[in-house]
């Protein structure tokens, strides 16, 4: 059977990666696109050390920045809008040799770009709405970028995002862990080999939020604590007062303004083996078939959303159902896995072919189950007779960072001596479908979106949605 190449594995597609290149004469905004001077990007050879400014030190940015500096790479400025978490990183690196006066610290990530003309890489893990100006800032001036999921928060800005990403030639990754794990590859390669025969209906499943969504927006302001930095927080997003205890540090998710909610936080996981696995391309449509807690400010309490993924070649298109708020698939659609667990599992994603099934039970595609035909409970893909034999092609090769693969993965491409699973050719494409369906669960009725044109046919409204509000002085 024919072998796919590492690079079409990455690429995930050709079919919505096109969009990207199409996309270059649209007007969204004056100056918004201008290329400016091209700076080289910075690459290091293998055994030298990268410069990396953080930008996020707290949180889910601690673990994206610790894995790089315990590999050896220098940290060279920290960037947090709440100067605890940076007094915190400031403290680890003096515990580890690095003195506080080697490290430049921000709460504007724009200063910090402005000011550390020596960075080689960025890491990005702000709330969703700031990931486009620090990245694509950063990338205009030659840094690669490793960025948390969902990339960005718009489907204009992953347009961009991706083409400043080629013109600049940088390394990006996006923060989708499970593309580093060897059980996600080998499904995702078997799925390519076609042992399920012809797919046309994926269920992908979450049990988040666990943040508050289908809330409007709280009326006052509080006092603004010591040490945050509130206009920075804010960044491009339209101005709004403090609050205590909604939106810093965690509870911002839900909010249309600044996040994308349970879908844009978890489809990046636990749609990420279908989409490889099936070379799903461009999304042509989307529509919430069920809804709870609909509002004007946050994403909703829960909700099914219908989409609907174009043809590639000789595959079929497939239709992909998404649920999240702890609603699920309905178990007689899947009887071989619930003889074999019990029940429905409470989060993963169920696929269809004409030949057989297979599910994933967790949220980063490691562990995964098939069932032929013939067969009346599911198997691990791991152990199961009919792929025993099966070895990663090179186009799959395993992981040899274990755990921390998805930023060293990182940190070696960025020395010319790997390639990212996750960077804009995957990354940018399968965001896409993602955030038509973050759309569809903002505008009622059957969504229709034209990925060459970038926009929904005949649907203003939804239109209106597809690029962010950015504030003036934070243009990016």
Not at 206 to 213: D, E, G, H, L, S
Not at 320 to 334: F, Q, R, S, T, V
Not at 344 to 372: F, H, M, Q, R, W
Request: proline share 6%.
């Amino acid at each position: 059977m024919m072998q796919v190449s590492r690079r079409g594995f990455i690429r995930g597609t050709s079919l919505a990666a096109a969009s990207i290149a199409m996309a270059g004469s649209r007007a969204h905004g004056a100056g918004i696109f201008s290329k400016g001077p091209s700076v080289a990007p910075r690459f290091r050879k293998p055994g030298e050390k990268l410069n990396i400014g953080v930008i996020g030190v707290g949180g889910k940015g601690w673990s994206d920045w610790m894995p790089m500096f315990k590999n050896g790479e220098n940290i060279v400025a920290l960037c947090d809008v709440d100067r605890a978490p940076v007094d915190k990183a400031l403290a680890e690196l003096e515990k580890n040799g690095v003195k506080p006066s080697q490290v430049k610290c921000y709460s504007d990530f724009r200063k910090m770009l402005d000011e550390c003309k020596n960075l080689d890489a960025v890491t990005v893990s702000t709330p969703d709405h700031m990931h486009a100006p620090a990245a694509i800032r950063a990338m205009k001036q030659g840094c690669h970028v490793y960025v948390q999921k969902p990339l960005v928060r718009t489907i204009w800005e992953a347009d961009y995002f991706g083409r400043v990403a080629k013109e600049q030639r940088v390394v990006t990754q996006m923060g989708n862990q499970g593309s580093a794990q060897n059980g996600l590859r080998r499904s995702a390669e078997l799925l390519q080999r076609g042992i399920l025969g012809n797919v046309t209906e994926v269920h992908v499943w979450t049990n988040r939020p666990v943040w508050p969504q289908g809330i409007g927006r709280p009326d006052g302001a509080d006092p603004v604590p010591e040490g945050l930095d509130w206009d920075s927080w804010l960044g491009s997003a339209p101005v709004r007062p403090y609050k205590k205890d909604v939106y810093h540090t965690f509870k911002w998710r839900g909010f249309f303004d600044f996040g994308t909610g349970a879908f844009g936080d978890m489809a990046c996981h636990t749609m990420n083996l279908p989409f490889r696995g099936l070379k799903l391309g461009a999304v042509s449509g989307a529509e919430c078939t069920e809804i709870d807690g609909q509002n004007t400010e946050t994403y909703p309490n829960k909700s099914v959303v219908k989409m609907y993924y174009k043809a590639r070649g000789k595959l079929p298109a497939v239709t992909l159902y998404w649920y999240d708020g702890n609603l699920k698939p309905k178990a007689e659609i899947m009887p071989k896995v619930v003889a074999t667990f019990g029940e429905v599992p409470k989060t993963g994603c169920y696929i269809i072919g004409d030949k057989g099934t297979l599910v994933s039970t967790n949220d980063y595609g490691a562990e995964s189950y098939v069932a032929l035909n013939d067969e009346a409970r599911m198997k691990s893909l791991a152990k199961h007779e009919a792929f025993s034999d099966s070895v990663l092609p090179p186009a799959f090769r395993p992981n040899k960072y274990e755990n921390e693969g998805q930023y060293l993965e990182f940190v070696n491409a960025c020395k010319g001596d790997d390639i990212c699973f996750s960077d804009v050719d995957h990354s940018v494409p399968m965001l896409e479908g993602m955030l038509v369906g973050c759309i569809a669960q903002q505008i009622p009725g059957k969504l229709f979106w034209d990925s060459r044109k970038q926009a929904f046919i005949g649907n203003d409204a939804a239109n209106g949605l597809v690029k962010p509000y950015i504030r003036p002085g934070w243009e990016f």
